[in-house]
């Protein structure tokens, strides 16, 4: 379909027809297509910093979104891609709902929750996750961690419910409770470190493999299974 821009009282009405309405500066537009780039965003203080619905191929680039309940909302869409940017103090900085998301050289910092997955699929890499919360949280959702530091959270990593992830060159440390937590979910880590935390891995129900992969440091166990 083609392009639509939809800005302020229009903003809630998709696929909207064509008008006169001019857009002013400092008010929050939507774009409702497929095939965008958008770089050098500076967004502040909204309760969604930016929502991409329904959409695909879609790159947000050399962006710094600040304060807000998301940082970036993603539904329903594939193929979108968040690249060297800064999400910072939001409750969650990318949220993902049936979709399939990249986040390249990211810096996530100051959250409640770093990545959050439901029924969807994500690939993290050359980035740095800093929550209060979670770092990594999924639910019925596949992730891949690669060349990334997610530290100072409660919880490095939660998987759960047939989640699936994989952890490659990557450093998990400093958590409040476990670097990583499986329940009925399935994890391959390879030259990745495991570090400073309560516990390092605690898994219920869960499939485990892991090669060249340093556990360190853990208050109470460095792995413990049920």
């Known amino acids: 379909f083609d392009t639509i821009v939809v800005s302020r009282e229009r903003s809630s009405l998709p696929h909207e027809k064509p008008s006169k309405k001019k857009i002013v500066e400092g008010e929050l537009i939507i774009v ?61 900085g990318v949220y993902g709902l049936e979709s399939t998301i990249t986040v390249d050289a990211v810096n996530l ?20 996750i800093q929550t209060s919360g979670f770092g990594v949280q999924l639910y019925t959702a596949d992730a891949v961690i690669e060349n990334t530091e997610i530290s100072n959270s409660q919880h490095g990593i939660l998987a759960q419910m047939k989640s699936s992830i994989e952890i490659k060159v990557s450093v998990i440390k400093d958590s409040d409770f476990y670097g990583i937590k499986l329940y009925i979910s399935d994890m391959f880590a390879n030259n990745s470190v495991i570090d400073n935390s309560y516990i390092g891995i ?25």
């Not at 892991?210 to 853990?218: H, V």
């Open 202 to 226: 605690e898994a219920e129900s869960a499939d485990i493999d892991m090669y060249n992969t340093n556990i360190t440091n853990n208050e109470e166990a460095g792995i413990d299974v049920e």
């Open 109 to 128: 910092s100051r959250l409640s929750t770093g990545v959050f997955l439901e029924s969807a699929s994500i690939t993290v890499k050359n980035s740095f």
């Open 32 to 92: 409702d297509s497929s095939g965008v780039t958008v770089n050098g965003l500076g967004i502040m203080d909204s309760d969604v910093l930016i929502e991409i619905a329904f959409s695909s191929n879609i790159t947000v680039t050399d962006s710094n979104l600040i304060t807000g309940r998301y940082g970036i909302y993603v539904y329903e869409s594939s193929d979108i891609a968040i690249e060297s940017s800064v999400i910072d103090n939001c409750e969650v």
